[in-house]
């Protein structure tokens, strides 16, 4: 994480480039529009909106982990061609800013999280008192992980591509309205599940802070033990293992979640020596191909109900 967040300080901030891709949208008839999304929960959320008009494609391919993205040379040729790039914000899309000084040209560039108070992270927290970073601190961007912020995103992506398609406004605010509503059943569907677990359950234990506004909206407690981070590459020491193991055993937690990409030989270790489960079936940054989470709902009832079965 710490690493993620230097290099996200490292760039600049997008501002300006919004600045300068607004006001000059290029208009035109929707189905002629090249709208990209950087990540495929975007790019689904974006299509409910665009409907049958247009669509969406997502830069990023299925399974990319956001964090962690290394740019590829088509990508400078995708956002080039686009007239619409759609991003979550928040410093999420760390790689997006030399693709769009490499691509050129002019595009609205549509920041979902926008009107959204960002959650300062724990990492920032730190950094800023001891007074080294107060300019970059984005906070967290996992916004998309509460359905109820997705409102907004929804609200942004409509307003946007009635801007970049003016003739589509009316078939965009239909669509919008239809998935705002498709969005609040999704969170009483959640509200449902987190009422079948005891509330003294109710505990989050996960090796990457991406839960905290779905914590906050559903009532968990993110235990303050953040296991160390283990990439699906990087081979962790005896002494992390030990670490991790004893943070697990300290939490109380009945299980604990890492994300889709963890190293599953270490999730198993860590399960034999605490005798807590270990779920490493949620999907956070991505779709899947097919089930179990080939849309954003699908992707949030799936979350929803590993974490439910994990904790009652
Ligand atoms: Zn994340």
């Given at each position: 994480m710490k690493k993620i967040f230097n290099t996200i300080i490292a760039t600049l901030t997008l501002s300006a480039l919004l600045l300068a891709g607004c006001g000059s949208a290029p208009q035109s008839e929707g189905g002629t529009l090249n709208i990209l999304a950087s990540t495929t929960f975007l790019a689904d959320i974006a299509q409910n909106v665009a409907g049958d008009r247009v669509q969406v494609e997502s830069l990023l391919p299925v399974g990319a982990d956001p964090h962690a993205y290394q740019a590829a040379p088509s990508d400078v040729s995708k956002i080039a061609e686009s007239d619409v790039l759609i991003l979550n914000g928040v410093e999420y899309e760390h790689f997006i800013e030399p693709l769009l000084e490499n691509a050129g040209g002019e595009r609205l560039i549509i920041e979902?999280?926008?009107g959204l108070t960002p959650h300062q992270m724990e990492e920032h927290a730190a950094e800023a008192e001891s007074g080294t970073?107060?300019?970059?601190?984005?906070?967290?961007?996992?916004?998309?992980?509460?359905p109820n912020l997705v409102i907004t995103y929804v609200e942004n992506i409509r307003d946007g591509l009635s801007k970049a398609d003016p003739d589509g406004a009316e078939t965009y605010a239909a669509n919008a309205e239809a998935y705002i509503a498709q969005l609040k059943a999704l969170d009483s569907f959640i509200m449902e599940q987190v009422q079948s677990i005891p509330a003294e359950r109710r505990l989050l234990v996960t090796?990457?802070?991406?839960l905290g506004y779905f914590a906050e909206r559903y009532g968990f407690e993110i235990v303050d033990t953040i296991l160390p981070s283990f990439s699906s590459e990087a081979s962790a020491s005896a002494q992390e293992i030990a670490a991790a193991v004893d943070a697990v055993k300290n939490s109380g937690a009945p299980a604990i979640f890492l994300g889709e990409v963890e190293n599953a030989d270490l999730a198993n270790q860590i399960a034999s020596e605490t005798g807590v489960k270990v779920v490493?079936?949620?999907?956070?940054e991505s779709l899947t191909?097919?089930?179990?989470?080939?849309t954003y709902i699908d992707m949030m009832k799936h979350n929803v109900t590993e974490i439910a079965n994990g904790l009652k």
């Open positions: 979902a999280t926008t970073d107060h300019e970059h601190e984005a906070g967290d961007p996992h916004m998309w992980l509460d090796n990457h802070e991406a490493n079936t949620l999907y956070l191909d097919g089930a179990p989470a080939p």
